[in-house]
């Protein structure tokens, strides 16, 4: 039987790779590596020092494939997304079936596989399909939402309080929250101007545990212009931007 390993590799420093993550990185045979484009060829690059770093005696290879994009402009979200994990899904399939009936395939996730990533949901569904036969394990990873809080040096949580992770496309469509803290993620639309209190304190960061890593923290009211700013240059000197933020109720 083929085996997936979902390996969570961390956001994107090579220390934060668990001990379970190299134990799994030593079972690889073959990485399967998504391009997504020359902007971010930062991303491969790191799956790659990881994997130098920690696989010992061990002979494996990489396979790379072009990562399928998202329909954007005007159109149904919710329909591109799917289209999308469609697109992936048949990308995800192709390379399964490359493997050998012995051999052990691996995904290295960034972040963790458990969060906004669709790896998991897409491996279910090609075998829901019944088009080809694995089995898959999933190894967590630190997330950039551990990884703000720790560089920040904060809690994620208020004591005894609740905490809500959402995406930067509900928060601009006026999402509501219970919530003392809200971690947004996703956020291609600086949604944080939608904050109706001003005194809400916001802790964002990009780049998180990368060298290029930008931290920015304080009342909503007084460093959202500056974010927005910081934002904007370091997308345009990288050509891309990972960036996730905490709102806390003053």
């Known amino acids: 039987m083929k085996k997936i390993l979902v390996i969570g590799i961390g956001a994107g420093n090579p220390d934060y790779i668990t ?10 045979d073959v990485f399967f590596l998504m391009d997504k484009g020359q902007s971010k060829d930062k991303l491969i690059d790191l799956r790659r020092e990881i994997c130098e770093r920690y696989i010992t005696d061990r002979d494996y290879r990489f396979v790379e494939a072009q990562s399928p994009e998202r329909e954007r402009g005007d159109v149904d979200y919710t329909s591109s997304v799917d289209d999308l994990n469609l697109a992936k899904q048949r990308t995800f399939e192709r390379l399964i079936n490359e493997l050998a009936d012995d051999q052990c395939g691996g ?71 219970d919530a003392d803290c809200l971690v947004v993620m996703l956020d291609a639309q600086d949604a944080y101007h939608q904050v109706a ?20 923290s304080g009342r909503l009211g007084d460093v959202a212009d500056e974010i927005e700013r910081v934002r904007k240059a370091a997308r345009e000197t990288n050509g891309w931007i990972m960036d996730t933020y905490l709102l806390r109720k003053p």
């Open 197 to 216: 209190d001003q005194d809400t304190e916001i802790y964002w960061g990009a780049y998180l545990g990368t060298p290029d890593e930008i931290l920015i």
């Open 107 to 177: 995904f290295l996730v960034w972040g963790d596989p458990a969060l906004y990533d669709s790896t998991i949901r897409i491996l279910q569904a090609i075998l829901a399909a019944g088009t080809c036969a694995f089995e898959f394990e999933v190894i967590p990873g630190i997330t950039s939402v551990q990884a703000l809080a720790a560089q920040h040096k904060v809690p994620l949580n208020q004591i005894g309080r609740s905490v809500e992770i959402t995406t930067g496309r509900r928060l601009a469509a006026g999402q509501v929250s």
């Open 19 to 28: 001990m379970q993550a190299v134990k799994a990185l030593n079972q690889a």
